[in-house]
């Protein structure tokens, strides 16, 4: 038997309370590498349910083996075995093919969410839980604060949407690695050390290195109660002031965007061109500079930034895509895709069909005219909306078009939920999947 000491008791009661925050039947998939963290939290969850009888929650696990380095393989078969001794459903996802020589870290975070969606579909699971820790949030929030990215300062989410189709929740945020050790010390399980968490190459290793040596107790500057009432707080000034058109404009009254633009109200406007220039990151700090100075000037003119036009009238802002740089999508019968990062395109015709900027601008400037824009930010926009042509002429195209929002599709921080529901909606868009374990919006809302 496991010995009850503060630590281990620590991890045990965060692990229970977690889940009873699920609404049930729920089936959780917990990603586990073998190194402590994960595995920790694979066990603690085990023990909880153990402990509970639950008999309407459930476990199983994926390891991804990105196939990095040496010996990777025989990690995730000991994974395997592991799983296999305490009852829980494994299975390994290998990153396959040629990995890229820059950016190693980024591409492998996208690949592992994207394999982890695919285990959660192929076990049946209702969420995805990470092992990430309150080390890992500390080092999150540094390296977001030197880049100035503002309210990134919030650091991870404990909760956050994964592909519009998976929710990943983090209950072990504010447990810290020791204490995690600890419980697996207790319980008499070893585990890996993943080489690359001492590769100097690496930013995360650095930062790592830095707090280690100074003590540093960096704190958010946001915290995430701050970032999800400012997301509140931009909903509700999208809802006053942004009209979308079209899919194609949105635009502000001219008092909305009149002397000072709050942060608020910043992260909200910001975001809207993320979706119009089908942008998935954030503007550069010195852009966001710019940009906010030329609002505020509330001059006539046009300042192109991340693949948008603001254009500023008497009558308002008006953001559209500039025409530049636009791509050809070609897809197979069935077959979906992106594009322009701005609309997501699924070929439901038997021939094949190529996606790209619109062969019938003027019909669609007509719309844009009708709906009140004007004629000059009509035209402009109309020939960025996307056109879908047949390359087979004994067919005929047919295709399901829906926009995209770039900032959140991919990965939608709890704490943005208000904001990225009310742009979604702006832009004709089904709500976001709910959270297994509460209501986001309604915690929010009261």
């Known amino acids: 038997m496991a010995a009850e000491t503060p630590a281990h008791l620590a991890v045990l009661e965060t692990a229970k309370r977690f889940l009873l925050s699920f609404h049930r039947p729920a089936r959780l998939l917990a990603a586990v590498s073998g190194g402590s963290d994960s595995k920790g939290l694979l066990l603690a969850l085990h023990r909880a349910i153990e402990a509970t009888g639950d008999a309407d929650l459930s476990l199983a696990a994926c390891t991804v083996d990105h196939a990095l380095r040496p010996g990777s393989a025989e990690e995730a078969q000991a994974m395997a075995d592991f799983c296999a001794s305490l009852g829980i459903a494994h299975i390994v996802k290998r990153w396959d093919g040629e990995k890229p020589v820059a950016g190693i870290q980024a591409a492998a975070r996208e690949k592992r969410y994207e394999l982890l969606a695919s285990a959660a579909d192929d076990l049946g699971a209702t969420c995805i839980v990470t092992g990430h820790t309150l080390d890992d949030q500390r080092e999150t929030i540094r390296m977001r604060s030197e880049r100035g990215q503002g309210p990134g300062g919030a650091g991870m989410a404990d909760a956050t949407l994964y592909d519009r189709r998976f929710w990943v929740l983090r209950p ?19 585990w890996f050390d993943d080489p690359s968490n001492v590769n100097m190459r690496f930013e995360r290793v650095r930062t790592r290195e830095r707090l ?43 008092a909305a965007v009149a ?61 559209y895509r500039e025409v530049r740089d636009l791509p050809l999508l070609t897809l197979r019968p069935g077959e979906a895709g992106i594009w322009d990062g701005r609309f997501e395109v699924r070929n439901v015709g038997n021939g094949m069909v190529q996606v790209g900027a619109t062969n019938d601008g003027e019909l669609q400037q007509e719309r844009l005219i009708a709906a009140g824009l004007p004629p000059g930010v009509a035209r402009r926009a109309s020939v960025s909306a996307p056109g879908v042509v047949s390359t087979d002429s004994n067919c005929v195209a047919k295709a399901e078009v829906e926009p995209r929002i770039g900032p959140y599709d991919t990965f939608l921080p709890g704490f943005d939920l208000i904001m990225a529901e009310m742009i979604a909606g702006l832009f004709g868009r089904q709500p976001y999947v709910r959270s297994p374990v509460h209501d986001l919006l309604t915690e929010m809302e009261r």
């Open 212 to 254: 280690a040596e100074t003590a540093d107790e960096t704190t958010a500057a946001w915290d995430a109660v701050s970032r999800a009432r400012s997301s509140v707080k931009a909903a509700a000034w999208l809802k006053l002031h942004a009209r979308v058109h079209e899919n194609l404009v949105v635009s502000f009254a001219g």
């Open 259 to 319: 002397g000072y633009v709050d942060a608020d109200c910043r992260r909200a406007l910001l975001a809207m061109a993320g979706v119009i220039g089908g942008r998935t990151h954030p503007l550069a700090a010195e852009t966001v500079t710019r940009l906010m100075a030329f609002i505020g000037r509330r001059e006539p003119g046009r300042l192109t930034a991340g693949h948008v036009v603001f254009d500023m009238r008497a009558t308002g802002l008006y953001l």
């Open 172 to 190: 072990f945020l504010g447990l810290r690695r020791a204490d995690i050790r600890a419980f697996l010390s207790a319980e008499g399980v070893g």
